[in-house]
C-alpha cells in the first residue's frame, strides 16, 4: 500500500497506537461530557454569553479533532507496510483542497461573528444609568475599592497624596470626598443591580480577574478603564490578579461579597465607613 498499489496490512505497532489515539479520544469525550473539571459557577448575567460561545467552539474544534484522529488511526492500523515497498507521492486534489478551505473558512467566519457579538455586547454597550459605581486600584499587591458616600459622588484623588495609609491619595479636604468610604481587598455589590467598575493601577499591569462573573479586565497604568456586570448570585467570590505583577504575584488575591439585597449592601457601606 505505501506504494499506491498493494492493500496495505495490519501491524502490531500500527494497531497499538491506533488503540491509544482511540483511548485519548474516549478520555477526552468524557471529559467534555461529564464535566469534572469545569468552569467555576456561573454568577453573572452576561456570563451565560460567554459560555455559550466556548462550548460553540469546543464542539466545532472538538468534531474536527475526533475526525482527524479516529481518520489518522484508522489509516495508522489499516495499512501498514511490508518492508519491501517504496513510499508514493501524488501532488494534491484541487477539488478536496477546495472543499476543505471554504468550509474551514465559513466555520471560522460564523465563529468569529459569534464572538464579536458578545465582545460588542459587554464592551460597546453602555452601563445602566442604575448602576452601582466602583472605582478600582491595583497596586503591588493588593486591589483598593473607592465607593462614593451618601452624596454619589467621587472625592477628588491625587498621586502625590498617597501615603501609608491613604493608597489611592484621596483628597480628604474635598467636600466630595468626606463620605467616601475605601476599601482594601473587600469588595461588596448588590445582587440583581448592575456593577460598572473603574479600573487603574498605581505601577504595573494587573488584571482584574473574576472567574464566576467571566470578568476579565487588565488595569493599566496612566489609563481608566471601565467594565461592567451584573451579579445573578448572592455569595462571596474570588477576586485575583490575573497577571504576573511581581515576586509577590500569588498574594494579590481579594473577595467580592455579592449581598442578598440592596439594604444589605447599604447597610455594609453605612458600616464600612465609619
Same mark, same amino acid.
Not at 498493494?6 to 468524557?30: D, E, F, K, Q, W
Not at 505601577?203 to 476579565?216: C, Y
Not at 485575583?240 to 511581581?246: F, H, I, N, R
Given at each position: 500500500?505505501?506504494?499506491?498499489?498493494?492493500?496495505?496490512?495490519?501491524?502490531?505497532?500500527?494497531?497499538?497506537?491506533?488503540?491509544?489515539?482511540?483511548?485519548?479520544?474516549?478520555?477526552?469525550?468524557?471529559?467534555?461530557?461529564?464535566?469534572?473539571?469545569?468552569?467555576?459557577?456561573?454568577?453573572?448575567?452576561?456570563?451565560?454569553?460567554?459560555?455559550?460561545?466556548?462550548?460553540?467552539?469546543?464542539?466545532v474544534?472538538?468534531?474536527a479533532?475526533?475526525?482527524?484522529?479516529? *481518520?489518522l488511526?484508522?489509516?495508522? +492500523?489499516?495499512?501498514? @507496510?511490508?518492508? !519491501? %515497498?517504496?513510499?508514493?507521492?501524488?501532488?494534491?486534489? /484541487?477539488?478536496?483542497?477546495?472543499?476543505l478551505?471554504?468550509?474551514?473558512?465559513?466555520?471560522?467566519?460564523?465563529?468569529?461573528?459569534?464572538?464579536?457579538?458578545?465582545?460588542?455586547?459587554?464592551?460597546? *454597550?453602555?452601563?445602566?444609568?442604575? +448602576?452601582?459605581?466602583? @472605582?478600582?486600584? !491595583? %497596586?503591588?499587591?493588593?486591589?483598593?475599592?473607592?465607593? /462614593?458616600?451618601p452624596?454619589?459622588?467621587?472625592?477628588?484623588?491625587?498621586?502625590?497624596?498617597?501615603?501609608?495609609?491613604?493608597?489611592?491619595?484621596?483628597?480628604?479636604?474635598?467636600?466630595?470626598?468626606?463620605?467616601?468610604?475605601?476599601?482594601?481587598?473587600?469588595?461588596?455589590?448588590?445582587? !440583581?443591580?448592575?456593577?460598572?467598575?473603574?479600573?487603574?493601577?498605581?505601577?504595573?499591569?494587573?488584571?482584574?480577574?473574576?472567574?464566576?462573573?467571566?470578568?476579565?479586565?487588565?488595569?493599566?497604568?496612566?489609563?481608566?478603564?471601565?467594565?461592567?456586570?451584573?451579579?445573578?448570585?448572592?455569595?462571596?467570590?474570588?477576586?485575583a490578579?490575573?497577571?504576573?505583577? !511581581?515576586?509577590?504575584?500569588?498574594?494579590?488575591?481579594?473577595?467580592?461579597?455579592?449581598?442578598?439585597?440592596?439594604?444589605?449592601?447599604?447597610?455594609?457601606?453605612?458600616?464600612?465607613?465609619?
Amino acid at each position: 500500500m505505501a506504494d499506491g498499489s498493494g492493500p496495505g496490512r495490519m501491524t502490531l505497532s500500527g494497531v497499538v497506537l491506533a488503540g491509544l489515539i482511540l483511548i485519548l479520544i474516549v478520555a477526552l469525550l468524557y471529559l467534555f461530557i461529564a464535566q469534572p473539571y469545569w468552569f467555576p459557577t456561573l454568577a453573572s448575567e452576561h456570563g451565560g454569553r460567554i459560555d455559550s460561545l466556548f462550548m460553540a467552539v469546543l464542539v466545532v474544534s472538538g468534531i474536527a479533532f475526533v475526525l482527524v484522529q479516529g *481518520a489518522l488511526g484508522f489509516f495508522i +492500523a489499516r495499512y501498514g @507496510e511490508n518492508g !519491501g %515497498e517504496r513510499a508514493a507521492y501524488w501532488h494534491d486534489n /484541487p477539488k478536496a483542497e477546495a472543499f476543505l478551505l471554504i468550509t474551514t473558512a465559513v466555520i471560522l467566519t460564523v465563529l468569529v461573528f459569534m464572538g464579536q457579538r458578545v465582545w460588542a455586547s459587554i464592551y460597546f *454597550a453602555d452601563a445602566p444609568a442604575n +448602576a452601582t459605581i466602583v @472605582e478600582i486600584t !491595583g %497596586e503591588q499587591f493588593s486591589w483598593n475599592f473607592h465607593y /462614593p458616600g451618601p452624596d454619589g459622588q467621587f472625592g477628588r484623588t491625587d498621586t502625590k497624596l498617597i501615603t501609608n495609609t491613604n493608597s489611592i491619595g484621596l483628597d480628604r479636604d474635598d467636600p466630595a470626598a468626606k463620605d467616601d468610604i475605601v476599601t482594601s481587598n473587600v469588595m461588596h455589590a448588590p445582587i !440583581g443591580k448592575p456593577v460598572r467598575v473603574r479600573l487603574r493601577s498605581k505601577d504595573v499591569i494587573h488584571s482584574f480577574f473574576l472567574p464566576n462573573f467571566r470578568v476579565k479586565q487588565d488595569a493599566v497604568p496612566g489609563m481608566g478603564i471601565e467594565v461592567w456586570f451584573t451579579p445573578t448570585k448572592a455569595g462571596q467570590y474570588e477576586i485575583a490578579c490575573a497577571e504576573l505583577c !511581581g515576586i509577590a504575584h500569588y498574594r494579590m488575591r481579594a473577595a467580592l461579597t455579592v449581598d442578598e439585597s440592596q439594604d444589605a449592601f447599604n447597610k455594609w457601606l453605612e458600616e464600612a465607613g465609619k
